[in-house]
């Protein structure tokens, strides 16, 4: 018997590998034996997948020599597919089609061979076999050649209107496939079974409300439901998960922190077992959270990367990626088709991540993953596009509203926000002024500034460095608890919408649209009535305001506008929903700039053929935004010691991965996130170098930690310079 | 049973696709009745004689080039401000245009005549033709690599049967799936070409019997043009005792 590895590094044979992958298989099974997958054919493709490294040149390869003119070692495992066999006992040509396939490309290889060569390395491989006993697999044969009927060179499944069955039939092996086999290299189980939510949610002793009761009646149903603010959507999505893997969508990395937290508490210990979460800072908020005791972080994340924890609070763009079909997607759809996804605050997408949502929804429903929509306001475009991809869903009659409370009297402007007016509404409460853009808000403080003591204004917005950003989100936060006596001017822009739990007394806004100014108002009179006379919330529309068409669509700050003609005073949460009603029904949006993006969106991701795109490529496409961490040059000046100590840890070759991620984040601290349009070439005067990937800018600007970042503008001299 | 098989070389060649004047098209084979009308006239045949042809090939690259067009109009009389060439009292127009040309064409071709005796005739024809062939324009000599009587059979393979010829063939339309084809070009995947080709014709006679208008009515014939790649287990395949598939129509 000869040794053939699979992996140098923990050394391993072939057979230790597949039989870790057994192991898997046999925990997926257990934990969800209703998967609708032939479980047959996954199985064999995990004894079949890694046979192939039985040639020499791979294993010469692990031992460190490479020899030229490898053949993909998935190719080189269909030889060994005993597919007549598998014919006499009857199982389909197109579930040994899915197994061909499934094996074949479970790594996505470049097929730079041709087919002589590949005949030719299967024969080289028969001496192999003789040395090479498996007892899983006794009676072990090697074809001459690859079956074409199954598999032949460049051969795809893809994605047709007429062999759709097929197509999502191969995703969910091939997905699964991968799921064992890089868990099994990993060393970490699959799944795990989620028994232990049910228990939680019981052992908070609430009594359900309607909402909730509803959730939890319709448990095994495909969802959409409005309800406000403050009935517990949070509780109701897990109440609707219950006992099965789930996972919770949501738009700001602030809020997947906040529910996580939440989520932690209800589920008491071993946390790292049971939930996870995951967006791009996910390394950096375990760390964060490791404190106390030691929860073993890298493998910790490792099982929230692969999908295994029963619980996920992640982004979008974490999961939904999957629409553009790159080469490695299938393990995420594959995923989803057993488990149940709650999508909260789906107001906050832009039209692209919209359509990326609806096609994920079309996806995930045909290989049976189920969906609820938890939303505070809910446009009406939404509901049909999802029709019109004929994905099947339950809606209650009902949107489940409190109109008991009488949060918000609003007063309607039509003007801009000045000085005179916030003086004047000021009287020593805490007020909370939001505008469009970081500049007007830059602008407002500065009016302000002669009038104000200094610790009762405030500014806060996107860029500041993250340090400063950090302590101004504290100090907001401090302030705008319930229970907070102080009082003061708070200026800001759209990035307390959503997520911050904070109430102020009284707000002034810009508009922007119906929807960001219900969640604007949502951080006013939060919980409580109001009980005074007169207004606690003004909405400024007048000529001169910031950031129509630049953050928000031109027509749907129109219509938003028309809408609110006639308020005047108290507005009820049935009054917001049925207004939203109306600006975002398909009916009014049909010939928007909004509407015809969305739809666009929609074509262009479909338009791509499958596996046409790189996973790298997709992410570029997916999250369009591309902005540029800087360091301010003066905040560089003053910590120039301190980031040039971090430095040299991080470039230090010893130490282990925990300190040099806590080093890099040290630096980040010092940085600011600004867009293209606000980044300027020659204002760049040296560059730090995280990694090979990673660069931070040191940036010519004026900063402050009162007003934050502000662009140097374009310097005569400078453009002559490039000129 | 028993077929002539050919194997033929061209160099620049033209097979016109029927209505492409602007650009005079070329198929990328010749299509059945070219061939029938080359044997035909190979043999000396006065009439039809029913044969069903296999066509399989492959060209190396294609070139746009000029040639001289001739125009005329059933019974445009001679007018020297706008024809160049008087033929008795009527006119012709000669100008330029462009047609397509297959570079290096190399083809099989099997012929199995309905009647067995034709064999024979047919083989000595080619063997030695009384002028020189050509397929394609009248201008398009072929080399002839080979003549030869071939036997073929039908087979059924138990494992797929590569065919590494690299040909591409008019494949019948109902047998499209008696094979698999190379189709996949930089991942996209590509079904092949189909087209309706003629093979033979009758004459039909629209008009009356003393004012006779007799047109050409054409057998048109539907097949996929691909790569084939191998021809798959479980079906009734054709090849002769050289390996070569035949593709009969």
């Known amino acids: 018997m000869n040794e053939y590895l699979a ?123 003789d040395n090479f006993y498996y007892d899983k697999i006794p009676d072990l044969i090697i074809n001459e050649e690859i079956e074409a009927d199954y598999f032949y060179k460049n051969d795809r499944i893809f994605l047709n209107e007429n062999k759709e069955g097929l197509f999502f039939k191969y995703t969910l092996i091939k997905g699964l496939l991968n799921r064992l086999d890089y868990a099994a290299s990993a060393y970490i189980p699959v799944e795990r079974k989620n028994d232990f939510l049910v228990e939680g949610m019981e052992k908070l002793g609430f009594i359900w409300n309607d909402l909730q009761k509803f959730m939890l009646k319709n448990q095994s149903e495909n969802l959409i ?74 493998d910790y994340f490792k099982r929230t990367k692969q999908l295994s924890l029963p619980l996920t609070i992640c982004t979008l763009d974490q999961l939904f990626d999957l629409v553009y079909r790159y080469p490695g997607f299938e393990q995420k759809l594959a995923t989803l088709s057993y488990s149940k996804i709650v999508i909260d605050e789906i107001q906050m997408y832009s039209p692209d991540l919209l359509a990326y949502l609806i096609i994920g929804l079309e996806y995930i429903n045909k290989v049976g993953g189920k969906f609820a929509i938890l939303t505070a306001t809910l446009p009406g475009i939404i509901v ?62 500065g009016e302000l500034k002669e009038y104000i003591e200094k610790e009762r204004l405030n500014l806060f917005h996107s860029k500041y460095i993250r340090k400063d950003r950090g302590e101004k989100e504290q100090a907001i936060l401090e302030i705008g608890s319930k229970n907070s006596k102080e009082y003061g001017i708070w200026i800001a822009t759209q990035i307390v919408e959503a997520s911050l739990d904070i109430d102020f007394d009284i707000l002034l806004t810009e508009l922007s649209d119906l929807n960001g100014l219900f969640q604007r108002m949502g951080r006013c009179y939060r919980k409580r009535n109001f009980e005074g006379t007169g207004y606690n919330c003004y909405v400024f529309c007048g000529k001169g305001i910031s950031g129509v068409n630049k953050v928000v669509d031109k027509d749907i700050h129109k219509f938003s506008k028309e809408a609110l003609k006639n308020i005047d005073g108290f507005i009820t949460e049935e009054n917001k929903i049925n207004m939203i009603d109306k600006v975002y029904s398909t009916k009014s949006l049909e010939n928007t700039e909004y509407y015809k993006k969305l739809k666009k969106s929609i074509k262009y991701v479909k338009s791509f053929e499958d596996y046409e795109l790189t996973k790298s490529e997709t992410r570029d496409r997916f999250r369009n935004i591309s902005s540029w961490n800087i360091i301010p040059k003066t905040v560089y000046d003053k910590n120039i010691d301190k980031i040039e100590e971090l430095m040299k840890i991080i470039k230090e070759k010893h130490i282990s991965r925990e300190e040099r991620f806590k080093a890099k984040l040290a630096v980040l601290e010092y940085t600011v996130a600004i867009y293209e ?32 970042f502000k662009n140097v503008e374009k310097q005569e001299d400078s453009i002559n310079n490039i000129i | ?118 064999i024979d005739i047919i083989y000595n024809s080619l063997k030695e033709p009384w002028e020189y062939l050509s397929l394609g324009r009248r201008e398009d000599i072929v080399t002839i690599e080979e ?103």
């Open chain 1, 677 to 708: 349009y606000d980044y300027y070439k020659y204002n760049v005067e040296g560059i730090i170098e995280l990694s090979k990937y990673e660069r931070i800018y040191i940036y010519n600007c004026e900063y402050s930690k009162e007003l934050g």
């Open chain 2, 147 to 249: 003549v030869k009587i071939v036997d073929f059979e039908e087979v059924e393979y138990q494992k797929s049967q590569r065919y590494d010829f690299g040909y591409f063939a008019y494949v019948p339309y109902e047998k499209k799936d008696d094979f698999k084809y190379i189709k996949n070009i930089q991942n996209i995947e590509v079904e092949g070409t189909i087209f309706t080709i003629n093979k033979n014709y009758q004459l039909v006679n629209y008009g009356t019997k003393a004012k006779p208008k007799i047109f050409r009515k054409w057998k048109k014939i539907k097949v996929k043009y691909a790569e084939i790649r191998n021809a798959s287990r479980r079906k009734e395949i054709l090849v002769d005792n050289d390996g070569y598939i035949l593709f009969l129509v």
């Open chain 1, 7 to 129: 992996k140098s590094k923990p050394r391993e044979t072939i057979q230790e590998h597949t039989d870790n992958l057994v192991k898997n298989f046999k925990i997926l099974k257990e934990i969800y034996p209703n998967l609708n997958i032939n479980w047959d054919i996954l199985y064999w493709a995990v004894i079949y997948h890694d046979l192939g490294k039985m040639n020499l040149k791979f294993q010469s390869k692990l031992k460190g020599k490479r020899i030229s003119g490898e053949i993909p070692h998935g190719i080189l495992s269909l030889a060994f597919i005993d597919y007549e066999k598998l014919e006499d006992e009857e199982y389909s040509e197109e579930d040994i089609r899915v197994l061909f396939h499934a094996v074949a490309y479970h790594h996505d290889r470049k097929f730079d061979f041709s087919e002589d060569e590949l005949i030719d390395e299967i024969s080289l491989m028969e001496k192999e076999v």
């Open chain 1, 384 to 445: 049909d596009l999802l029709k019109e991809s004929k994905i099947e869903f339950k809606m209650p009659e009902k949107p489940f509203i409190d109109n008991e409370l009488k949060r918000h009297s609003v007063k309607i402007l039509d003007n801009e926000i000045d000085k005179g007016i916030i003086l004047e509404k000021y009287k020593k409460n805490k007020v909370l002024i939001i505008c469009n853009t970081v500049k007007k808000a830059q602008e407002i403080y």
């Open chain 1, 225 to 298: 439901v409005v309800a406000q603010t403050g009935m517990g959507k949070t509780e109701g999505g897990l109440l609707w998960i219950g006992d099965n893997k789930g996972f919770f969508i949501l738009p700001l990395k602030t809020a997947i922190n906040a529910i996580y937290d939440r989520v932690v508490q209800i589920i008491g210990n071993g946390v790292e077992e049971k939930v996870g979460l995951l967006h791009s800072d996910t390394y950096k908020e375990y760390l964060a959270r490791e404190k106390d005791e030691k929860i073993g972080i890298d």
């Open chain 2, 1 to 118: 049973m028993k077929a002539i098989r050919l194997s033929l070389y061209q160099d620049l060649v033209n097979y016109k696709k029927p209505m492409s004047f602007q650009l005079k098209e070329t198929y990328p084979l010749p299509p059945y009745s070219t061939i029938i009308g080359m044997v035909h006239n190979a043999c000396k045949f006065e009439e039809y004689k029913e044969m069903d042809i296999s066509v399989q090939g492959k060209y190396f690259s294609k070139v746009n080039d000029l040639y001289t067009r001739y125009e005329f109009k059933n019974g445009m009389k001679y007018d020297k401000t706008r024809h160049q060439i008087k033929a008795g009292d009527y006119g012709v127009t000669r100008g330029i245009s462009t047609q397509e040309l297959l570079v290096d064409v190399e083809l099989i071709i099997h012929i199995v005549p309905k009647d067995e005796n034709l």
